[in-house]
């Protein structure tokens, strides 16, 4: 355009006409402006201990690393490319450090991905429903699908009859399982035990659904003689259970076969009732496991879910959930946009993580999961015959390789080996990657520390209430 001439622009204006722009007008200049300061905490410039009422957890604003800007001749000294190797390999040390004191979370750390890092360069997401390309060409689908039907085969369904996807977490996994049973009965009600995963009861929230607490064993194990009466008070409605495959913290397996007949006992024919098992970590051990409940959509189950970031040991948080095709179309919605349709929670989804997942699953098979659960059932059990003898109450349910224990005393102590506690009681989940020289290694400063917790006076607690009287060797129960 011939300078000096005047460009109107459908920019914001002044008295509701557009602004007239002047000839000289550069769009591709940038107008330098000062940086935003950062806003002190308490009119200091540093955070005042006082400010934070921690409560759980440490104050991670106190090790945060703070984002600075470059300087101007970055570009010629590489002062920044340099120091920000430095902070990464720093980094890269304190996590081998943190993976050595790794016990009381199922993630399995044991993997080598090295094969897919030529693939990080490219951004794939699966958005949209994964057996529907959309016009996004970038993804993984042929990937997740593969991962799908494994799993289909593994509980029982076939392609045909099943839909399903890969989630970015567990969570989200029994959020869409909840939300379907809710979808399907939308006037009914939700049971699940007091030991389930946190998340069941956030879907109870999100979704604004009643939601009935049951009781459980002293093995944390739903107590369907709790159920039947709930069930009963509740005929008039249909009824939506949340089925644990392998509770939080003691690894609990409710009996799905028990749960079915209870609901049957109470009158609740299969059209009047929607079972989600929440299968985070064992639901890909159950079915190595002898006299194990089976997990099979030939029984009246709605939707199964798993995470795929702890026993298979993907490197980011993910899972997958299975449902009945019959299900899912009251989800669906066609979506113009992607050119899908779409019946997922989220929108965008991780395109990298079917990769991950398909390429443990197609190296390992059924036989190399079945060699990790019998390790890891060998190894739980070492680790609660040897807490027994070394004096301490521990519990280990059959079906389970997560060893529950008296929590130390020392928080220090719990945080070093990242320990899950609840109460009176922590717990370690033995993994594929946990040895025995690790356990050992944990248990010899265990017994060292607790020599100097008890002294004199001062007794172990008694945790028989959580463990059961015969796991507790406190002075009133050995």
Not at 10 to 24: D, H, R, Y
Not at 284 to 297: E, G, H, Q, T
Request: proline share 5%.
């Amino acid at each position: 355009m011939a300078g000096g001439a005047e460009i109107k622009a459908p920019s914001p204006n002044v008295n509701g006409k557009a602004e007239i722009l002047k000839g000289n007008f550069e769009p591709t200049a940038i107008e330098v402006e000062p940086l935003p300061p950062v806003v002190p905490e308490n009119g200091v410039d540093k955070p005042s201990e006082k400010s934070r009422n921690i409560v759980l957890g440490r104050n991670v604003h106190s090790t945060c690393l703070t984002i600075t800007e470059p300087e101007v001749n970055d570009e010629v000294t590489g002062d920044k490319e340099a120091q920000m190797a430095g902070v990464l390999a720093r980094y890269r040390k304190n996590l081998m450090e943190r993976t050595k004191y790794h016990l009381g979370y199922p993630y399995n750390l044991d993997f080598d991905y090295g094969a897919l890092a030529q693939l990080q360069h490219f951004s794939i997401n699966n958005l949209g429903d994964p057996f529907i390309e959309s016009n996004y060409g970038v993804h993984s689908r042929q990937f997740e699908v593969g991962v799908l039907d494994w799993f289909a085969r593994l509980w029982e369904i076939e392609k045909d009859e099943y839909w399903g996807y890969i989630t970015n977490c567990g969570t989200e996994g029994n959020l869409h399982g909840i939300l379907v049973g809710r979808e399907v009965f939308p006037d009914g009600i939700l049971y699940a035990s007091r030991e389930s995963h946190y998340s069941v009861f956030k879907a109870a929230r999100m979704y604004r659904m009643e939601c009935v607490k049951v009781y459980t064993l002293v093995s944390g194990e739903i107590d369907c003689s709790n159920l039947r009466p709930k069930l009963l008070a509740n005929k008039d409605k249909p009824a939506i259970l949340n089925v644990n495959i392998g509770t939080t913290v003691k690894g609990a397996v409710d009996d799905l076969d028990v749960v079915i007949k209870t609901l049957e006992e109470c009158g609740f024919s299969h059209d009047r009732f929607y079972i989600h098992c929440d299968g985070a970590l064992f639901g890909l051990m159950m079915p190595f496991v002898k006299r194990a409940p089976k997990v099979s959509f030939k029984k009246p189950i709605g939707s199964v879910s798993v995470s795929g970031h702890k026993f298979v040991g993907c490197p980011m948080p993910c899972g997958v959930q299975i449902t009945r095709m019959e299900h899912i179309n009251v989800l669906s919605s066609n979506v113009e946009y992607l050119a899908s349709r779409d019946a997922t929670i989220m929108g965008s989804r991780n395109g990298h993580a079917p990769l991950f997942l398909w390429y443990t699953l197609d190296r390992k098979g059924y036989k190399g999961f079945q060699k990790d659960v019998q390790k890891c059932l060998r190894n739980a059990h070492y680790l609660k015959d040897r807490l027994h003898e070394a004096g301490i109450s521990a519990m280990l349910n059959e079906l389970s390789s997560t060893v529950v224990f008296e929590r130390p005393r020392d928080e220090e102590f719990v945080r070093r080996w990242q320990l899950a506690c609840e109460g009176n009681i922590a717990h370690v989940v033995v993994m594929p990657n946990v040895t025995i020289e690790k356990l050992d290694f944990f248990l010899n400063e265990l017994v060292e520390k607790r020599s100097t917790w008890y002294q004199g006076n001062v007794q172990p607690p008694c945790i028989a209430a959580e463990i059961g009287k015969a796991n507790c060797v406190c002075a009133l129960h050995k």
